[in-house]
């Protein structure tokens, strides 16, 4: 049996994630519905279990504090893929910290492609249909007038069960509160 791939994604559960699964809905109708994220660890093949993953996943992340991101342009990654994306501008480098951080020991992975941050809107089946659909999503992410920050407090550790078809495994959180809420809430 083939080993599964697994990622780490940051989902985008505001008005820019609403933005992307609707557009991504009139642009490839027939693709299976994947809720918008950022991808912090591309799919991968795990050396070891599912729980040493997380148990590295969530110490690493207790060190990091959480993060905005700022969505900047619609470009494309033909000729390599015909992916179309919104980049990642502001705090780029900061994910990308994040991404080396996090590539190691069983989550080690040697990427097929450099990292680059970004927030996926469609992947075509040909570079024709990826050049008009990133036409029309750079007139309509012109016309968002909706904030473009994302907050990165929350990631989720993913397992690929099928093709297109991916299973939330864990939530981690960026950081560690020092102080409870409830003794902050409680002082004099």
């Known amino acids: 049996m083939e080993k599964r791939r697994y990622a780490l994604v940051a989902y985008v559960r505001n008005s820019a994630g609403e933005?992307?699964?609707?557009?991504?809905?009139?642009?490839?109708?027939?693709?299976?519905?994947?809720?918008?994220h950022l991808t912090i660890l591309p799919p991968r093949r795990l050396q070891g279990t599912e729980q040493e993953a997380l148990d590295v996943l969530d110490h690493l992340c207790s060190e990091e504090q959480p993060f905005e991101v700022h969505l900047g342009e619609?470009?494309?990654?033909?000729?390599?893929?015909?992916?179309?994306?919104?980049?990642?501008?502001?705090q780029a480098s900061r994910m990308t910290?994040?991404?080396?951080?996090?590539?190691?020991?069983?989550?080690?992975?040697?990427?097929e492609w450099p990292y680059i941050p970004h927030l996926t809107i469609v992947k075509m089946s040909s570079q024709p249909a990826a050049i008009h659909a990133c036409e029309v999503a750079r007139q309509r992410w012109a016309a968002y007038q909706q904030s473009r920050r994302i907050m990165l407090e929350k990631l989720t550790f993913v397992r690929?069960?099928?093709?297109?078809?991916?299973?939330?495994?864990a939530p981690i959180s960026l950081g560690r509160r020092l102080v409870s809420h409830k003794w902050a809430d409680n002082r004099p």
Request: charged share 25%; aromatic share 8%.
């Open 19 to 36: 933005f992307v699964e609707n557009l991504r809905r009139q642009l490839h109708p027939d693709l299976p519905h994947l809720p918008a």
């Open 74 to 90: 619609v470009e494309t990654f033909i000729p390599v893929t015909p992916t179309v994306y919104i980049r990642v501008d502001a």
């Open 97 to 111: 910290e994040l991404h080396s951080h996090l590539n190691v020991d069983g989550l080690a992975f040697r990427e």
């Open 160 to 169: 690929e069960d099928a093709e297109n078809c991916w299973v939330d495994l």
